[in-house]
């Protein structure tokens, strides 16, 4: 299956995305075990509402990798490249992308292994979205009149990470309740757990 971040080199140009990505299930694979989230730090941490985080659910623009709901009274578990890829998609609707690019987009991100997100940058025509790799790329793109508007997955990354770190997440399989903390906080809170 083809997708845009295969480049055959650095002088190679960016190309659209294409509806053809890799299948969810390869995205999720390497998220087992990971943290999970609940819908409301979800929407906190991805800057978006509940009605707009449970509408891209139930159309499967973004569903929770970790635990959907199933049925009345379950609680999705949202991972944090799934909150990532939310924050993506509020900043491309935000700058009026349409709704079939960023369906490609959110499956060429789901394909997408964790280590190529953190350099990868997107951009947008409004008629496309294209993936960027390297700094020549995005320059191509710009120069050529097709690129303008682009986001830093990195940088996203970087947000999602921090805003993560004062909210709450849970074991998916324990329901113990967690935080994402800088290694000093964890330093700490195992001290109290010895002295409690």
């Not at 694979?29 to 991805?46: L, N, Q």
């Not at 491309?92 to 499956?107: M, S």
């Not at 997107?122 to 986001?151: K, P, R």
């Amino acid at each position: 299956m083809s997708s845009t971040g295969d480049f055959a080199g650095e002088a190679r140009a960016a190309r659209p995305l294409t509806p053809h990505g890799v299948p969810r299930e390869a995205a999720s694979a390497d998220e087992s075990g990971e943290v999970g989230y609940r819908g409301p730090t979800a929407c906190a941490a991805a800057g978006i509402t509940y009605r707009q985080l449970d509408y891209w659910a139930r159309t499967q623009l973004v569903e929770p990798s970790i635990r959907p709901a199933h049925g009345s009274g379950t609680q999705r578990l949202y991972s944090f490249r799934d909150i990532l890829v939310l924050k993506i998609v509020k900043r491309l609707l935000d700058t009026g992308v349409g709704l079939q690019n960023i369906r490609v987009a959110v499956a060429h991100l789901r394909g997408r292994g964790v280590e190529d997100l953190a350099g990868m940058t997107l951009m947008s025509d409004g008629a496309s979205v294209y993936e960027c790799t390297s700094y020549d790329q995005v320059v191509d793109l710009v120069q050529g009149g097709q690129g303008v508007f682009g986001i830093a997955v990195g940088a996203v990354w970087r947000e999602v990470e921090a805003s993560l770190g004062h909210l709450q997440g849970e074991r998916p399989d324990t329901g113990e309740v967690i935080y994402r903390a800088h290694p000093a906080d964890e330093l700490a809170r195992r001290r109290r757990e010895r002295a409690g």
